[in-house]
Structure formats: C-alpha cells, structure tokens
C-alpha cells in the first residue's frame, strides 16, 4: 500500500535551516511528481512546492520562494524540502502529498516549529 | 493566482439530512477541481477529483457538481464519520490552491 512518512521536522530559531524528508514507498516513486502543503495551527491548507517525477521542474508559492528548496532523490524514494530563513510564519505541519492530479495520497505530517 | 471561495464557512446540520457545500473559483479551472476531507487530528483525504470522480472507497453519498467556476459538494445523508472541515483545491493553474474550508458540524 502507498505510504508517505515524513520526518525532520522540530522547533527551530528564526533565521536558522531545517531540512524535511518524505519517505515513499508501495508504488513507483519515480513516476510521480511530489508536493508538500503545510497547515499552521488552527489553520487552512497552504501549497508549499511540487517537484516533477525527475526533479527537474519545480514550483514554490511566493510565500517560500527563494527560501525553500523541493529536491528528490529516486534511487531513496524520498523527497525533500530544505528550509532556510525561517519565520515565525513557517510554523506549521509539512504534509508531502503525491501528484495523481488531485493529491491522492498524504502523509501524516511532520510539526516544524520557529520560534525564539 | 486562482482564489477559491468557499461557503459558508461553518454548516450545522443534522444526522440523516443532505448537506451542500459550495466553492467559487475566481477564474475558470476547467475540471480541475478536487475536494479533501480533514477530521481533527488527522491528514487530509480525497473524496473527489476532476469536479464528480469519487476517489477509491470513497462512499456513493459524496458527489461533487459544477464546471468552470462555481462547485458544490453535497453529501446526501450524513453519518457521524462526515462531521469535518472540507477543502476544495484547483489543480488547472500554478500555484495550486485550496479554498479555506467549510467546516460541518452537527447541529
């Protein structure tokens, strides 16, 4: 069965880096492109980044360009979204979702904190 | 940036009565719309994708309706399970986007 296990996620001073992981696994990851949505406590949905099946195209929301990387690694399965100058704004759960069109499948979160 | 307007933003309804949820695109999105549900404490999960496509396991009392700019998801006899917050996204245009929610509570 699909799974998606996100991990790296913590509390973390504004300005400094963290870097998360999303483990895939029961189906073929290199097929598909990948996402990560975040939610802030009490909070909507908000679309982070998405990287292409082969890593070569990627997208951000303006709220994190130039400060989140999406980066993937298919001979681990795993995607990544490497976090720098952090805000108190970023505090959130990072879910990575899979590309079927919608996102039909997600993980159960990983909880990134910043704060002083 | 596609905005999606979701209404209202809380339903009360009771067990066994129909609910309608509606969610407006600020410009068309052709077919790509979806809806998630979200309980407390819990991942988001597809109900439906491409406006109507009930995602799998996904129970007959969920259908979704509309094209272009205006959606609705209605849910025809509610069971407790379906007391959530519900999401509408786009997926037509970058950056995806999700409507802001409409939470369903029981009445």
């Known amino acids: 069965q699909v799974q998606l296990v996100e991990s790296g996620g913590g509390v973390v001073q504004p300005g400094r880096s963290l870097r998360l992981s999303c483990a895939a696994s029961?189906?073929?990851?290199?097929?598909?492109?990948m996402h990560w949505v975040r939610q802030a406590p009490g909070k909507g949905l908000e679309w982070v980044a998405v990287?292409?099946?082969?890593?070569?195209?990627?997208y951000y929301a303006d709220s994190v360009k130039g400060r989140f990387t999406i980066s993937r690694d298919n001979s681990k399965n795993t995607v990544y979204l490497q976090m720098n100058s952090l805000r108190v704004a970023d505090t959130a759960v990072y879910y990575c979702?899979?590309?079927?069109?919608?996102?039909?499948?997600w993980g159960q979160g990983t909880l990134v904190t910043v704060s002083s | 940036e596609i905005v999606l307007t979701q209404s209202p933003a809380t339903l009360s309804v009771s067990p066994g009565e129909r609910a309608t949820l509606s969610c407006r695109a600020s410009?068309?999105?052709?077919?790509?719309l979806a809806w998630y549900q979200q309980k407390p404490g819990q991942t988001p999960r597809l109900l439906i994708y491409?406006?109507?496509t009930r995602a799998t396991g996904i129970p007959a009392r969920f259908s979704g309706s509309g094209s272009g700019t205006e959606f609705t998801l209605t849910i025809s006899s509610l069971q407790s399970e379906d007391f959530a917050v519900y999401y509408c996204?786009?997926?037509?245009?970058?950056?995806?986007?999700f409507g802001q929610g409409t939470k369903l509570e029981i009445k």
């Open positions: 979702a899979r590309d079927n069109g919608a996102f039909d499948f």
């Open positions: 029961g189906f073929t990851f290199s097929s598909y492109a």
């Open positions: 990287t292409s099946y082969d890593g070569s195209q990627t």
């Open positions: 410009q068309s999105v052709s077919s790509m």
């Open positions: 491409g406006v109507s």
């Open positions: 996204q786009q997926f037509d245009d970058w950056p995806r986007t």
